[in-house]
């Protein structure tokens, strides 16, 4: 499977952005999806994920309740939902997939499938 992330972009403080996650080649129903960010200097972090049916989802703790991982199987898109952005959620955004579809993983080394990343900016 192929991905491409898109969406990224300069925002300010408290407001919101959608990334996307097109796939191709397969079908998303086969994988397991997550939401990965890298900022400068730092590891990459994951920050979401939901399983191959997109009906249970799992967030890391700083965005809770600010980030919803959604997809569109008709256009075999993943989404993230970004709400109420913050400084610290600045980063390098990638999207991933893991053919073990139940989506608990949280580890870089269990996504087999990368898209390139966009940037996000949140000002102050």
């Known amino acids: 499977v192929q991905l491409q992330a898109f969406g990224g972009g300069l925002v300010q403080a408290g407001g919101s952005l959608t990334l996307s996650c097109a796939a191709s080649?397969?079908?998303?129903?086969?994988?397991?999806m997550g939401w990965f960010r890298q900022a400068p200097g730092k590891e990459r972090e994951f920050v979401a994920a939901?399983?191959?049916?997109?009906?249970?989802?799992y967030y890391t703790d700083s965005v809770k309740g600010r980030f919803t991982i959604s997809r569109d199987f008709a256009k075999n898109t993943v989404y993230l939902q970004m709400n109420s952005l913050k400084p610290e959620d600045s980063a390098v955004y990638y999207c991933?997939?893991?053919?073990?579809?139940?989506?608990?993983?949280?580890?870089?080394?269990?996504?087999?499938?990368w898209g390139q990343g966009t940037l996000v900016t949140v000002s102050s």
């Open positions: 939901d399983n191959w049916s997109g009906t249970n989802t």
């Open positions: 991933a997939a893991d053919a073990l579809p139940i989506g608990t993983s949280r580890s870089v080394y269990e996504y087999e499938y």
């Open positions: 080649g397969r079908t998303l129903s086969r994988y397991a």
